[in-house]
């Protein structure tokens, strides 16, 4: 791709406001960085205030973009448009960007589960707070007819890969909200999209009660984490790349739709011809299931 053409499209989110959660590490990390370079405002969003502290003080000391940090847990719903309130004021404006990226992951057995606490701990992270969040963006975006949503998703939302219950339908129901909300925004300025990042090393299993403890014995469960722990990893770099060219304005095309950067979508994103190709619009479902995780 010609280099002045990317810095071109880049170049139009200056000074865009952008919240991302789950900024702190791993792909979240990546994503506020890149959106910084490109000259956003950053408000980094975390449980973890010395993580976001840091991505704070390296987008400071590496860019010119404004960035400041906001420690919150996206699972206290009630407590979200306060949290939007305090970053609007400090942007000194609407969030015209938000990132979905704060999510956690879950390996259990059902059968073993002794109460649904940690299911619903998973359904309130991945699929009501970023629904929450959008909601209370929305309204400021519809009425500027501007704005860009973006949740990472996953390859489970399409795939039944076993031992995954709880997560994988909480990124099916968050694949479907997106679909639905492009139906409702259709030609209002909002673009939305469900990015499958692809196997990404994030530590989301390194985490307190990533693992259910109870469903160890359960050899399809210690199969399905060793087969998930020896997958190729991809740079979490990619995934920010491609959020910062979806924000651009380029691919509205793929808006309401499945953005697979394990497929041909990827190499549409990043040539930036803004064409699509028939993987792309069947949402990344040419993916083999040999390739999948569990099998």
């Known amino acids: 791709m010609d280099e002045a053409k990317e ?14 959660t789950g900024a702190g590490r791993g792909i979240g990390r990546a994503v506020a960085i890149e959106f910084a370079r490109a000259g956003c405002n950053i408000a980094c969003v975390s449980r973890t205030q010395e993580e976001i502290d840091d991505v704070v003080s390296y987008v400071r000391s590496t860019t010119s973009a404004k960035a400041k940090a906001f420690p919150f847990d996206i699972t206290r719903i009630s407590e979200i448009p306060r949290l939007i309130e305090q970053v609007e004021q400090w942007m000194g404006g609407p969030i015209e960007i938000l990132i979905n990226n704060g999510g956690i992951a879950r390996i259990e057995a059902l059968e073993c589960q002794i109460d649904m606490d940690h299911w619903q701990k998973v359904m309130t992270t991945n699929l009501t707070a970023p629904v929450a969040l959008i909601n209370q963006v929305l309204p400021n975006m519809l009425t500027r007819q501007y704005g860009t949503i973006i949740s990472i998703g996953s390859r489970n939302a399409i795939y039944n890969i076993p031992f ?12 479907r909200f997106h679909h639905i909300l492009e139906a409702e925004t259709l030609g209002q300025g909002i673009c939305n999209y469900y990015v499958q990042p692809g196997n990404i090393d994030t530590k989301i299993l390194d985490v307190s009660n990533a693992i259910d403890a109870n469903a160890m014995n359960h050899d399809g469960v210690i199969r399905a984490i060793n087969i998930l722990r020896g997958c ?29 950067l394990d497929q041909d979508t990827w190499g549409q994103i990043k040539s930036d011809n803004g064409s699509v190709s028939p993987i792309a619009e069947g949402g990344g479902l040419a993916l083999e299931a040999s390739n999948l995780p569990f099998k």
């Open 164 to 175: 995954t219950s709880s997560y994988s339908v909480s990124k099916t129901g968050l694949l």
């Open 232 to 260: 190729p990893r991809n740079p979490v770099e990619r995934v920010a790349e491609a959020c910062a060219k979806l924000a651009c304005g380029g691919h509205t095309v793929l808006s309401g739709s499945y953005v697979d």
């Open 7 to 20: 810095n071109v499209n880049l170049h139009s989110l200056c000074g865009r406001k952008v919240l991302v």
